[in-house]
């Protein structure tokens, strides 16, 4: 028995030894000349880390800046439209006498007041039926058409038929509707079915070139964009029978008048008839058509990257202001 504790004291004192010295060594390491010969550690979040860190997230902050901007036509509330350079930049362009364009003036001036604090862009256009006169905001500003590019196809249909190579009345093929009722679709409910079939009856490439037969170089049925001056020299043509005869201009007019879409331009001038045509996508509420003031004029107001709230209450108020300075 004493042997066998002798044999375990012997390693327990050893492995006591041991510790002692693995203690020494652990001080002696901890000493400043030692310094240099321990391996430290790598740590966690070192520069390249945290550069890499601050860089993502500044990364996805400019990228989320960029898009919102973007989504709102690069004008933000209260702060003018960034714009890149350009040597083509359109000027507001007013033909008339010093009192008509200090109106003109005037009306722009507050026109620019009531929208410059909203997000998007807002443009506006005048032509006067009587004189020519006109005057308006971002007028030559592409923009996105909505429901606005019915308009030409409803003419050209009424064309054709004054041609004689349709007839109104006749049911399309493949479809259970006439002619007739498409174009009454389109007008009063802005029916989006009636306007994909007569693009597919009549063909895209028809319809484009119609559109630069009528002089509104800036509009596209593929992409779906038009200016305002464009729209306007469509309502202006087709008030003046330049278009079809009076009796057709009469029948699309009507059509546009006492539609499904009053609450924008309408709600605005309530108290004369408004032959009109409303079109809406996101970030897109657009309404343009002839006012039927004792001095008829058409009235285009588009919008791009807009808050639709913002321009849903806005819109009549932008209409009261313009039909004001036209018949006061």
Known sequence: MSIFRRKDEEEIDEEESQERELSRKKIKDLKPENRKKRKELSKPWGKKERYLVLGTV?????????????????????LPKFSFPSFNQEAIVITADKKQQDSAKATISTFREKTDRLSGIYAFYVIRLGDGFFYG????????????????IMSLVYKKSEEGTIRLDDKIPGSARSYRQLVEAMGQ??????????????????????????GMGK???????????????????????????????????????????????????????????YGR?????????????????????????????EADSIFPQLAR???EAETR
């Open 281 to 309: 996508e996101v970030h897109v509420v657009n309404d343009a058509g002839i006012v039927f003031a004792p001095k008829p004029f058409v009235l285009v107001i588009m919008t791009d990257g807009v808050v639709e709230k």
């Open 219 to 277: 509009t596209s049925l593929a992409e779906n964009e038009t200016t305002p001056s464009d729209i306007g020299l469509f309502f202006k043509k087709l008030y003046q029978g330049d278009l079809v005869s009076e009796a057709s201009r009469d029948e699309i007019l009507d059509f546009l008048t006492n539609t499904i879409y009053e609450d924008w331009l309408v709600k605005g001038i309530p108290e004369v008839r408004v032959a009109h045509k």
């Open 58 to 78: 500044l990364g996805t902050v400019v990228i989320s800046a960029v898009l919102f901007a973007s989504a709102r036509s690069w004008k933000l509330p209260g």
């Open 189 to 214: 409910r802005s029916d989006n079915s009636a306007q994909i079939t007569l693009v597919r009856h009549f063909g895209k490439e028809e319809i484009q070139n119609y559109i630069g037969q009528i």
């Open 137 to 152: 905001v971002s007028e030559g500003s592409r923009m996105q058409a909505a429901s606005l590019i019915k308009l030409p």
């Open 321 to 323: 202001l313009i039909y």
